[in-house]
């Protein structure tokens, strides 16, 4: 039997059955690596800078998911390292209760491997995304190797992404690219732009500012070369 037909057996026990609240704690085991967490905390940063002014989605790292037909903490969970779910109140989630969240999966999930978790995400992990969760876009990403890789699901099944010339990734749920960037998974525009964190970009506008005063010292410098008095004008 496979994973779906088992979830649809189960779906269909009594409804008598008392399901205890759906506000249950994450239950995911500590990151494997300092770069498990810094590239969990990257995506985050950027995707709630880029949508800062939206409230419609909900983007978490290394957090429990839970998703049994009988509404049971103990059976049929999974804890992605970074996922998006669109179409859903932007809060803070002790884990994420499929049965409490109208039925909503992730539309977006990524696996960050590691040698210990590399055949599962490749293996189980991707198969209960592509015929439970019914995730439309699924990626992993390797921070030491770098290796890199994309799915969109068509037709109930999961087809490779092709890479754009940049060797970008794109995520038709997110409306982003993904590509390696200085050894990090990172978002980019639909025109190829990096998006940045909230640092890059106070650092981009300080920048500017610096330059723009800059330009208006050379300016005034080039006016009294010419006997012109700048603070006169």
Same mark, same amino acid.
């Given at each position: 039997?496979?994973?779906?037909?088992?979830?649809?057996?189960?779906?269909?026990?009594?409804?008598?059955?008392?399901?205890?609240?759906?506000?249950?704690?994450?239950?995911?085991?500590?990151?494997?690596?300092?770069?498990?967490?810094?590239?969990?905390?990257?995506?985050?940063?950027?995707?709630?800078?880029?949508?800062?002014?939206?409230?419609?989605?909900?983007?978490?790292?290394?957090?429990?998911?839970?998703?049994?037909?009988?509404?049971?903490?103990?059976?049929?969970?999974?804890?992605?390292?970074?996922?998006?779910?669109?179409?859903?109140?932007?809060?803070?989630?002790?884990?994420?209760?499929?049965?409490?969240?109208?039925?909503?999966?992730?539309?977006?999930?990524?696996?960050?491997?590691?040698?210990?978790?590399?055949?599962?995400?490749?293996?189980?992990?991707?198969?209960?995304?592509?015929?439970?969760?019914?995730?439309?876009?699924?990626?992993?990403?390797?921070?030491?190797?770098?290796?890199?890789?994309?799915?969109?699901?068509?037709?109930?099944?999961?087809?490779?992404?092709?890479?754009?010339?940049?060797?970008?990734?794109?995520?038709?749920?997110?409306?982003?690219?993904?590509?390696?960037?200085?050894?990090?998974?990172?978002?980019?525009?639909?025109?190829?732009?990096?998006?940045?964190?909230?640092?890059?970009? #106070? &650092? $981009? =506008? /300080? !920048? *500017? #500012? &610096? $330059? =723009? /005063? !800059? *330009?208006?010292?050379?300016?005034?410098?080039?006016?009294?070369?010419?006997?012109?008095?700048?603070?006169?004008?």
């Amino acid at each position: 039997m496979t994973i779906a037909q088992e979830l649809e057996s189960q779906a269909d026990i009594s409804q008598d059955v008392i399901f205890p609240p759906g506000d249950l704690y994450s239950d995911e085991p500590p990151l494997e690596t300092e770069l498990h967490l810094r590239q969990i905390i990257l995506l985050l940063q950027c995707i709630e800078w880029l949508w800062r002014d939206r409230n419609d989605f909900y983007a978490v790292g290394n957090l429990t998911i839970y998703y049994s037909p009988r509404q049971k903490k103990s059976e049929y969970f999974r804890g992605p390292d970074f996922f998006v779910v669109l179409g859903t109140e932007r809060k803070t989630r002790k884990s994420w209760v499929v049965w409490e969240e109208e039925g909503k999966y992730p539309n977006f999930i990524l696996e960050i491997l590691s040698d210990s978790t590399t055949k599962t995400d490749k293996g189980l992990k991707k198969e209960i995304y592509q015929d439970t969760f019914r995730t439309p876009d699924y990626f992993w990403f390797d921070p030491f190797t770098l290796e890199f890789a994309g799915f969109h699901l068509v037709d109930g099944e999961y087809h490779p992404l092709q890479a754009n010339a940049q060797g970008y990734l794109w995520s038709h749920q997110l409306g982003l690219y993904l590509g390696v960037y200085d050894g990090l998974l990172r978002f980019f525009t639909q025109d190829g732009e990096l998006v940045p964190t909230p640092e890059e970009t #106070a &650092e $981009q =506008a /300080q !920048q *500017q #500012a &610096e $330059q =723009a /005063q !800059q *330009q208006v010292a050379r300016l005034a410098a080039k006016l009294r070369e010419l006997n012109i008095d700048p603070d006169a004008i």
